[in-house]
């Protein structure tokens, strides 16, 4: 077998947990059978512009809802091994090299000794993503004898942010963690500058604030 002796140190290569996965080595591949993602997404929004008095003064309010399915994603050599072995009870629970998502088909051995070998790394037709939030906007300019100022206020607020891996997967709901690259509750952006010499220079400073 391809796949070392049973019982062998290298037919059990990926029971050497997480220091055997840091010598993993990734080949790049293409993969023609790639498909497009496909999506659907609703937007409202509103844009209010301040009345007499209140000059320079705009807002705009955005409600967005996006689902994305067959999201195209690229899987990291751990990431294969854990689904070809079913690691998390669902992607691969018959045990077989013809898996679902075909993960197991990534994995190469070496002919002689059955050791692991190298783990292709291409894209797949695998993950689904929901999102759904609101943005709000405020905007001021106000003239000065000398120049301008200007404010901008934007909040961001997340109301989901859900992915699976593949379809086989478990829903991971990163809303309020570090997940996913971050999805804060909200995120609140604010810059306040100052135009001047007839609109050739500008200073000014920007704040973020990440709960």
Known sequence: STFGAPGSAEANSYLQGQQAFTAINIVQVG??????????????GFVFTAPGGLDGLTASLDFYNIKVEDAIAAFEGGQIYDKCFNRNGVSNPGMTINDPAGFCALINRNESTGAAGTV?????????????GIDLQVN???DLPSGSLYVNALASILNEYNTKATKRDRVHEYKATLGGGGQYDY?????????FGGGNARVGLRWRYLP
């Open 187 to 195: 995120r609140l952006n604010t810059t306040v500058g100052y135009n």
């Open 120 to 132: 292709d790394s291409r894209y797949l037709n695998a993950a689904l993503i929901e999102t759904s």
């Open 140 to 142: 001021w300019n106000g």
């Open 31 to 44: 993969n023609p059978d790639v498909e497009a993602e496909s999506g659907e997404t609703w937007t409202l």
